[in-house]
């Protein structure tokens, strides 16, 4: 079953064609991820099917009486309301079930009314309501029921928003950038509550473990053609290749058809049979058709960083707090070259407090900073209000520097520096106010990385970034020569990038855990119950703490390539043609490898606790 079809939308703004006649469906059950670069129409896309914006050709058919609901990135909500009243006021189906229920026992007499409220409350499965609406306030972290709206910050808001969607029974959810503004514990239970739940989702996300988790379907949109491929993202890179390459040597077959062509013409005399030019006009219009259509162009990050001392960034006895909320108490650390930290806490633990610190916009309570001569911080904030969207893009840029020196030696100018990063001489001459958001961010990365920083500080980088540029941009940050902190909710951007973890536990409460994200969630996985909350070691950074630091994360590689090698052996177990001597042989190797894993996993627990 269809609950939307859609079929030959366009859409333009100004000169630039977001979407061109494209179609496709969306049928029940289906779970899709819409993925394109920032500045494709992802979001122009959602408002047209959300009914918030209009095409400007094409039709596009509801299912009768379908409810859809769409969950903004920025949502608007009645500011004089408290979270309770926003709740409570909605209209969704359970809630005026419960009410009419409600309604009935206050006037038993009235039978058929009150079998109608009950069958309402059977079909709807509504007797579970307020246990539902505790689940998801308290996952959500809407704690406050009495307080205004005004008040509430814009995660706070979008984090309302989408509870009200889950708090109705929508037959179609759209929704943009859900786990932005959620810290990991949210979004580890808003992706089993999606992902279990019986729904019909589209959405656009940066994260991607929620994609693979949650979709079973990826709509690509890329240079306004749309196109459909079910199974996950990794299987989506793969048929997207398979695809231009396909597209590419029809590519060449056409050019090769056309030189061919092209000869023939020349050869012809100037008076032309019927034939003849029916045959000339079709070469002119395959020649106007050929347009290299799938270069596939990505932010190119080259820049190179100001040289690092020894001496870094050392934090003595930092202490910290609001009223009775401890941030920091006595925390000691020294930062070494090259090392890359993760930041992990729920909201409100301190996290971007602890980044201001640092960089000396927040003085500390009692405690020393010492910094480095040669350090230079380069600082990305999820805010980035220091864009001026009065300024055309290329401004922006030449404000910081007229030209900017490459890894390799070379000198280029900001103009050509843009182009790396997607903007075309064109989008170079917009107002920074016209650019979407994924593309302000672009620029404002763009701006700190111009300076050429040996210390990066990144505050939730990857909100609003495409899945395309956030390749690229890991890519830089592994091989990135400086320090690295960073704080982000994308769980596959950490593991990729992070060699080890401070996490936020509240109260002043810092770990100092070795290891990915991931891994970190497979650690708190084993232990035991009454273990399972860590104490904050004394971090002194002296020479047996970078020995036991070291020893830790040589473990932790010697289990992943066992566990490697043991997959590898499964796989080879049940190869056909493999005779009984050599599955003998392979079982006992396995055997011998999971008994060197569980050694080296028990070491690596009581070295990390």
């Known amino acids: 079953m269809s609950y939307i079809v859609v079929e030959n939308v366009s859409k333009t703004y100004a000169v630039k064609t977001l979407l061109d006649k494209v179609g496709f469906s969306i049928n029940k059950g289906e779970k899709i991820a819409l993925v394109a670069k920032n500045g494709s129409g992802k979001s122009t896309l959602l408002k047209i099917l959300a009914e918030k914006e209009i095409a400007d050709t094409g039709n596009i058919t509801r299912q009768r009486g379908i409810r859809l609901a769409y969950l903004e990135q920025e949502p608007t909500l009645d500011p004089e309301k408290t979270l309770q009243q926003e709740i409570f006021s909605t209209d969704s189906i359970l809630m005026s079930a419960v009410k009419r229920y409600e309604e009935s026992l206050e006037n038993p007499s009235d039978e058929r009314k009150m079998q109608a409220a009950f069958d309402d409350m059977n079909k709807y499965n509504a007797w579970g309501y307020e246990e539902q609406i505790t689940e998801i306030l308290t996952n959500l972290n809407l704690v406050n029921l009495e307080g205004k709206i005004f008040t509430f910050s814009g995660g706070q808001k979008k984090r309302l928003a989408l509870a009200k969607i889950l708090l109705d029974s929508f037959e179609l959810i759209i929704m943009d950038e859900p786990t932005n503004?959620?810290?990991?514990?949210?979004?580890?239970?808003?992706?089993?509550?999606l992902s279990h739940k019986d729904l019909t989702l589209l959405l656009v996300t940066h994260d991607r473990y929620f994609l693979d988790k949650v979709c079973n379907t990826i709509l690509e949109l890329d240079s306004g053609k749309i196109?459909?491929?079910?199974?996950?993202y990794e299987y989506y890179l793969t048929m997207k290749n398979t695809r231009q390459m396909l597209e590419n040597v029809n590519i060449e077959k056409t050019k090769l058809f056309l030189k061919k062509e092209v000869e023939w013409i020349k050869r012809q005399p100037q008076g032309r049979q019927t034939k003849a030019t029916a045959r000339v006009d079709a070469f002119y219009q395959t020649q106007a058709n050929l347009k290299p259509k799938n270069i596939t162009k990505n932010v190119e990050l080259d820049i190179i960083g100001k040289r690092m001392g020894n001496r870094i960034l050392e934090l003595h006895n930092l202490t910290k707090s609001y009223g009775e909320r401890i941030i920091l108490n006595k925390f000691n650390y020294e930062f070494n070259k090259g090392e890359?930290?993760?930041?992990?806490?729920?909201?409100?633990v301190g996290k971007t407090t602890f980044l201001n610190l640092i960089r000396g916009?927040?003085?500390?309570?009692?405690?020393?900073?010492?910094?480095?001569?040669?350090?230079?911080?380069?600082?990305?904030?999820?805010?980035?209000?220091?864009?001026?969207?009065?300024?055309?893009?290329?401004?922006?840029?030449?404000?910081?520097?007229?030209?900017?020196?490459?890894?390799?030696?070379?000198?280029?100018?900001?103009a050509k520096m843009l182009e790396r990063f997607l903007f075309s001489a064109n989008d170079q001459q917009n107002l920074v106010a016209n650019l979407s958001g994924g593309e302000k961010k672009r620029?404002?990365?763009?701006?700190?990385?111009?300076?050429?920083?040996?210390?990066?500080?990144?505050?939730?980088?990857?909100?609003?970034?495409?899945?395309?540029?956030?390749?690229?941009?890991?890519?830089?940050?592994?091989?990135?020569?400086g320090?690295?902190?960073?704080?982000?909710?994308?769980?596959?951007?950490?593991?990729?990038?992070?060699d080890?973890?401070?996490?936020?536990?509240?109260?002043?409460?810092?770990?100092?855990?070795?290891?990915?994200?991931?891994?970190?969630?497979?650690?708190?996985?084993?232990?035991?119950?009454?273990?399972?909350?860590?104490?904050?070691?004394?971090i002194t950074k002296t020479a047996d703490n970078n020995i036991a630091k070291k020893e830790l994360k040589e473990l932790l590689s010697d289990i992943k390539k066992l566990e490697k090698k043991k997959t590898t052996l499964n796989e080879e177990l049940y190869l056909p043609g493999k005779n009984h001597v050599e599955s003998i042989t392979t079982t006992k190797q396995i055997k011998d490898l999971q008994i060197q894993i569980d050694e080296k996993t028990q070491l690596w627990l009581e070295k990390s606790s």
């Open 361 to 414: 916009i927040e003085p500390a309570d009692s405690g020393k900073i010492t910094t480095g001569q040669t350090v230079s911080f380069g600082y990305y904030s999820q805010e980035q209000t220091e864009l001026t969207g009065s300024l055309r893009v290329i401004e922006a840029v030449t404000e910081i520097a007229e030209n900017i020196k490459l890894s390799n030696g070379l000198i280029i100018s900001a």
């Open 483 to 498: 320090c690295l902190i960073i704080i982000s909710h994308d769980r596959y951007f950490m593991d990729r990038i992070i």
């Open 181 to 193: 503004h959620l810290d990991l514990d949210m979004i580890n239970w808003l992706e089993d509550y």
């Open 500 to 538: 080890h973890l401070f996490v936020f536990q509240g109260q002043g409460v810092i770990v100092d855990f070795v290891g990915n994200y991931s891994d970190y969630r497979r650690y708190l996985e084993i232990q035991p119950a009454e273990s399972a909350q860590l104490t904050q070691p004394k």
């Open 227 to 232: 196109y459909k491929h079910a199974g996950n």
């Open 340 to 348: 890359k930290i993760g930041i992990i806490g729920n909201n409100g």
């Open 443 to 481: 620029l404002s990365l763009l701006r700190i990385l111009m300076k050429s920083p040996n210390f990066l500080i990144l505050d939730e980088p990857t909100n609003d970034f495409d899945l395309m540029t956030l390749d690229v941009l890991e890519e830089f940050l592994r091989n990135f020569q």
